[in-house]
Nanobody, 128 residues
Framework: VQLQASGGGLVRPGESLRLSCTASGRTGRNVLMGWFRQAPGKEREFVTGITWTDGFTYYEYSADSAKGRFTISADSAKNTVHLQMNSLKPEDTAVYYC???????????????????WGQGTLVTVSS
């Protein structure tokens, strides 16, 4: 399975941006995909994740920094997740990485080492 992320770019503070990530290849019944970000000089941090089973029963969970402004959604038929980011701030500037857990059964995961598959990263710059 490979992950391909897209949608980054340069936006002004207060604007919105939508990132997408598609997993190619065969996935299991239970899927966990999520987004991390890494700002210059900082560690990679969890943003938000979503799980589904047999294409249904979606469950989203987010870091506190993402709640209220960022929304994750998924199209299980396409193995695609989207990250809708609203009211962007300069501190949201980072490389955003799509990630997935290669073998997933249940639960929520927040640490980078708990994810096996990574996309190439897409740069989001928020600046006036």
């Amino acid at each position: 399975v490979q992950l391909q992320a897209s949608g980054g770019g340069l936006v002004r503070p207060g604007e919105s941006l939508r990132l997408s990530c598609t997993a190619s290849g065969r996935t299991g019944r239970n899927v966990l995909m999520g987004w991390f970000r890494q700002a210059p000089g900082k560690e990679r941090e969890f943003v938000t994740g979503i799980t589904w089973t047999d294409g249904f029963t979606y469950y989203e969970y987010s870091a506190d920094s993402a709640k209220g402004r960022f929304t994750i959604s998924a199209d299980s038929a396409k193995n695609t997740v989207h990250l809708q980011m609203n009211s962007l701030k300069p501190e949201d500037t980072a490389v955003y990485y799509c990630a997935a857990k290669g073998t997933y059964y249940r639960g929520t995961y927040y640490q980078p080492y708990q994810f096996d598959l990574w996309g190439q990263g897409t740069l989001v710059t928020v600046s006036s």
